[in-house]
Every structure is written in C-alpha cells, then in structure tokens.
C-alpha cells in the first residue's frame, strides 16, 4: 500500500455524519494525515482513524435515574399492609354537599375576564 498524500482520498468517522465517509487530507504531520475533510458535508475535522467516539454518558445523570427508578419500585413491606390499616373513606369529611349532576354543571355568575 502507497503512503497518503495530500489530496487523497480516505475513508474516516465523520463528526458531522456520524458515518464512516470518504475524506480528503487537508493536513499532514509527518506520513500521517492530521486533518480531514468530508466529501459530503465538507466539514474539517481531526483524522480519527475510521474510530467512532466513545459515547458521552453522564455517571452524574444516571446515578439520579436509579434513585428515582429504585423510589418508585413498591416495597415488599408496603405491599403486605393489612386493608384494615387503611382508613375507610366515609371518615373523610366530604367537601360540598353535592350530586354528581350538580358538580358537572358549572357555577352560573359573572367571570372575572383581564381587559387588555
């Protein structure tokens, strides 16, 4: 295999793309290509030896995922709780005296509108 030159034509991992592409050297450091440039999208970037990026994961973001999935999971001693131990609900204080017709009929009066 010929040693590259500037000009040629390379394949590279794209950072614009998120592809392996053809590239053209732009640059060179000694018999290796520094800089790239992507023939479909024409960005410049450093030669990455056709190498995708490690995938950026915050430890920071999953860490509070977990603690949020592990409060939401139901306890094994909440779930064995006895029915008796939950109050009934005719001790609650209901909060109008009203039918289910007369709560789905709203309240006839005058409405504070914002003049403008």
């Known amino acids: 295999m010929r040693e590259v030159r500037l000009g ?6 794209c950072v614009k793309c998120k592809r ?3 590239h053209s050297v732009v640059s060179m450091v000694g018999p290796d290509p520094a800089k790239v440039r ?3 999208c024409y960005n410049d970037h ?3 030896h056709e190498q995708a990026p490690p995938p950026k994961v915050d430890n920071r973001k999953a860490a ?4 949020v999935l ?3 999971q139901p306890d ?3 779930a064995a709780a006895p029915a008796e ?8 204080a209901p909060a109008e005296a009203t039918t289910p017709a007369e709560a789905a009929v709203p309240a006839k009066g005058k409405t504070k509108t914002k003049k403008k």
């Open 46 to 48: 450093d030669y990455r």
């Open 8 to 13: 040629d034509v390379i394949d590279d991992f």
């Open 64 to 67: 509070l995922f977990n603690e």
């Open 38 to 40: 992507c023939r479909t």
């Open 70 to 72: 592990s409060k939401l």
């Open 76 to 78: 094994a001693t909440s």
């Open 20 to 22: 392996i592409m053809n």
């Open 85 to 92: 131990a939950v109050a009934p609900a005719e001790d609650t």
